[in-house]
């Protein structure tokens, strides 16, 4: 029987824990509470800290027997990402916390599954939540005020939280999907091309497109990591920019790793390597006063790649490329790389683009198995994207 596993700090949130313990039981689950206090637990627990504690790679003692709090509640961390995914019975999960109950929870939450519910309340979801999420997906719910006690106010969020984890528990498995997935990555500047070549597959093929967003990557390539892509198409490789040059939607250096690990088979462009992210215009660097920046809405600006940035992308991404044994076939679009990179459009820059796609054809190593070509089309052409699905059946059939 899956359970809803309730974890919370029972040294400083006990009264909380308890609560929304009950709660989950009122709603029809089953809850088991779990504590991961770093000190000795204000209420009973089905679980206990030491228990948690015991998962450590260094037993217990790394985590319950220092002095220092803040080392513990990184031990604890550690701790439960690797419980919470030892036990069979996790059916969900809902947790509560501060700062430091909701650092040591959510990293327990982010070695579960995609799919299986998960819900913070946490007094820090409000403000940036991407180191607590990571690429998981993971509910964080403000509990608005600070979890100091029980109040009215509390009760009613806590009462939510109970009745959304035990329904979203409830619910039925999707259907499984008989068609192969694939992975593939858009950014609006992309958007024509990988919809119409999403038109073209989804017949046969679950399509599962991710905005390169930097978190977008990653996802698609834990998926791939994980075993549960059957290709990826990567038409839109832009978050590399804001890697090597500080935008603010990178990717990590391990980007393209998953790809040369599983050997999957892979349809590689350059999509959106003319830009480089940031916020608000006002927040773009003093340092880069003078370039080439495009307002893309209020809360993002694009700053335009020059020649020697897109060299230094071409060779990084053909570096990558090199460590793929798997089919590889890498597609250069010769009349632009965006919706941007276009006659007449605001980064049209075809020196730049020369600069990119010379560096990468100098660096890529082309074998029976991996492959680079050049198309003399735009990267939103349909016949881009008929060449990219033409490519992909066949190194996939």
């Known amino acids: 029987m899956k359970r809803i596993y309730v974890i919370g700090t029972a040294d400083t949130k006990g009264e909380e824990l308890a609560y929304l313990a009950d709660c989950v039981e009122a709603a029809g689950g089953k809850a088991v509470r779990v504590d991961v206090g770093i000190r000795g637990a204000s209420v009973a627990v089905d679980i ?7 998962a450590h790679p260094r037993g217990m003692s790394a985590v319950l027997s220092g002095d220092d709090r ?57 403000g940036n939540v991407a180191p607590y999420v990571g690429i998981s997906d993971i509910v964080m719910m403000p509990s608005v005020t600070d979890m100091a006690g029980l109040n009215g106010l509390s009760r009613i969020i806590l009462q939510n939280a109970a009745q959304a984890v035990t329904a979203m528990t409830r619910q039925p498995p999707p259907q499984f999907v008989s068609k192969p997935s694939i992975g593939l ?11 119409a070549i999403v038109d073209r597959l989804k017949a046969d093929h679950d399509c599962m497109v991710f905005h390169a967003t930097g978190t977008g990557g990653r996802t698609m390539e834990k998926l791939a990591d994980s075993g549960l892509l059957a290709g990826v198409i990567d038409i839109t490789t832009t978050e590399v920019c804001d890697l090597l040059f500080d935008g603010v939607l990178p990717a990590t250096e391990d980007r393209f790793g998953a790809i040369a690990r599983t050997g999957l088979p892979y349809i590689g462009s350059v999509g959106a390597l003319d830009m480089i992210n940031f916020w608000a215009f006002e927040t773009v660097p003093e340092r880069h006063a003078g370039r080439l920046l495009y307002r893309h809405n209020p809360n993002i600006t694009l700053m ?4 020697e940035e897109c060299a230094e992308l071409g060779a990084w991404i053909g570096e990558k490329l090199n460590r793929c044994s798997g089919p590889v076939r890498f597609l250069i679009p010769e009349k632009g790389v965006s919706a941007l990179d276009v006659e007449g459009g605001a980064f049209f820059d075809p020196v730049a683009d020369e600069a990119l796609f010379a560096a990468l054809e100098a660096t890529f190593e082309t074998t029976d198995n991996r492959r680079i070509a050049r198309l003399p089309h735009h990267i939103n052409d349909p ?4 060449a990219a699905v033409a490519a992909f059946r066949a190194i996939t059939n």
Not at 48 to 54: G, L, R
Not at 95 to 106: A, H, N, Q, R
Not at 383 to 386: N, S
Request: net charge negative; glycine share 16%; aromatic share 4%.
């Open 185 to 195: 990555s858009m950014f609006g500047v992309t958007t024509p091309c990988v919809t």
């Open 304 to 307: 335009r790649t020059t020649a």
């Open 70 to 126: 803040g080392v513990a509640v990184t031990a604890m961390g550690e701790a439960l990402a690797r419980f919470l995914p030892a036990r069979g019975d996790v059916g969900g999960v809902v947790g509560i916390g501060g700062g430091g109950g909701t650092s040591i929870i959510t990293a327990g939450m982010r070695e579960l599954p995609l799919g299986l519910p998960k819900i913070m309340v946490s007094t820090l979801a409000s």
């Open 48 to 54: 206990a800290a030491e228990t948690v504690a015991a």
């Open 383 to 386: 016949e881009f994207a008929e």
